[in-house]
């Protein structure tokens, strides 16, 4: 139990007469994203064993339910100080908050649930505060030092090349299947963020459709693994999942790595090169905000603009204005 929460009566009965729904269970299963569902198990998990040492279960889940709205909201709040004592970072913390919330809430539509925990503040975030990257002639090393003479270089040229020309996020390409890439049309089709199974088509350019092509003839002709439309567009090569869909760790981790052997100084992330391409689109538009929006398919403008407020530093000429006037 965590430390910063007093003991409490919440604990899982054993003389339920009545088989209780699994709440837990039955929200997880209205998120649609996969990667929503597994934080949102991780965060009621967490929050179940702090205040009553259990994991959640259905007895366990209904009787917090059953609490009186005061009794609930204080132990919310004594959790989330809790959750600030351990010196969790603020999205942390609200995306804990927001899978507790989102339980309650779920909890009142179908009339297991009387009180509701909008009261609860979330802490403040900045976001994108640091959307730097690397310039186009650093990443031009790395795609260089590439070794495209094996099927494991081909892949990882493919993934990196895709990484910059698209801003795409490693959450993306590792959903797509061999029927996503048009060779011919010069195209991809993704599975956006936060746009559940409404896919869209991205453009590719030449030098990207090249290398998904040389990757997937590599693939098919020597390699041992046969290729299906279904199957995933980039797979393991790892001894120990050969032929199984690429992990987003498992990119993240080729991403370090190519960085690491191309004597790159700065710690690179496959979210870092997206910062990279989205500064460097706007540096080649001249803070055309709209017609980069079409690249990194941000869907407030006002994201982009935190881009373009940090590529131009205007801090920085200020502060250096101000300087010189002494």
């Known amino acids: 139990m965590d430390a910063s929460i007093q003991p409490h009566s919440l604990q899982p009965s054993s003389f339920f007469k009545v088989q209780e729904r699994d709440l837990v269970a039955e929200l997880l299963r209205d998120k649609r994203s996969p990667e929503t569902r597994r934080a949102y198990a991780k965060d009621l998990k967490d929050f179940f064993k702090s205040i009553s040492g259990h994991e959640p279960n259905p007895q366990l889940v209904a009787e917090f339910l059953k609490l009186e709205r005061a009794t609930a909201i204080s132990l919310v709040l004594q959790y989330k100080a809790g959750l600030i004592e351990r010196n969790l970072a603020e999205a942390t913390i609200n995306r804990r908050l927001a899978a507790i919330k989102s339980l309650v809430k779920f909890a009142q539509k179908v009339d297991k649930c009387q009180w509701s925990l909008e009261e609860i503040d979330g802490e403040k975030v900045q976001h994108y505060r640091d959307t730097s990257g690397v310039e186009r002639d650093i990443y031009s090393q790395i795609l260089s030092s590439v070794d495209r003479s094996s099927l494991l270089g081909l892949r990882n040229?493919?993934?990196?090349?895709?990484?910059?020309?698209?801003?795409?996020?490693?959450?993306?390409?590792?959903?797509?299947?061999?029927?996503?890439?048009?060779?011919?049309?010069?195209?991809?089709?993704?599975?956006?963020?936060?746009?559940?199974?409404?896919?869209?088509?991205?453009?590719?350019?030449?030098?990207?459709?090249?290398?998904?092509?040389?990757?997937?003839?590599?693939?098919?002709?020597?390699?041992?693994?046969?290729?299906?439309?279904?199957?995933?567009?980039f797979i393991s090569l790892s001894n120990n999942s050969p032929g199984k869909r690429i992990t987003g760790n498992a990119i993240y981790n080729l991403v370090v790595e190519a960085s690491v052997a191309a004597g790159v100084q700065k710690h690179l992330s496959p979210h870092r090169i997206r910062h990279s391409s989205v500064t460097a689109a706007l540096d080649a538009t001249g803070g055309d905000v709209r017609r980069v929006k079409k690249l990194s398919r941000h869907k407030r403008i006002e994201t982009l603009m935190v881009y373009d407020d940090n590529r131009i530093n205007h801090q920085r000429d200020l502060t250096d204005l101000l300087g010189d006037m002494l």
């Not at 559940?196 to 693939?219: F, H, K, M, P």
């Open 157 to 233: 040229y493919a993934i990196l090349i895709l990484l910059w020309s698209n801003a795409l996020r490693r959450g993306e390409l590792v959903k797509c299947d061999v029927k996503d890439f048009d060779q011919q049309g010069a195209r991809l089709q993704i599975l956006g963020k936060g746009r559940g199974t409404q896919a869209e088509w991205v453009s590719l350019n030449s030098g990207t459709v090249d290398a998904i092509a040389q990757w997937l003839a590599a693939r098919f002709q020597p390699s041992p693994f046969t290729l299906h439309p279904s199957d995933p567009l």
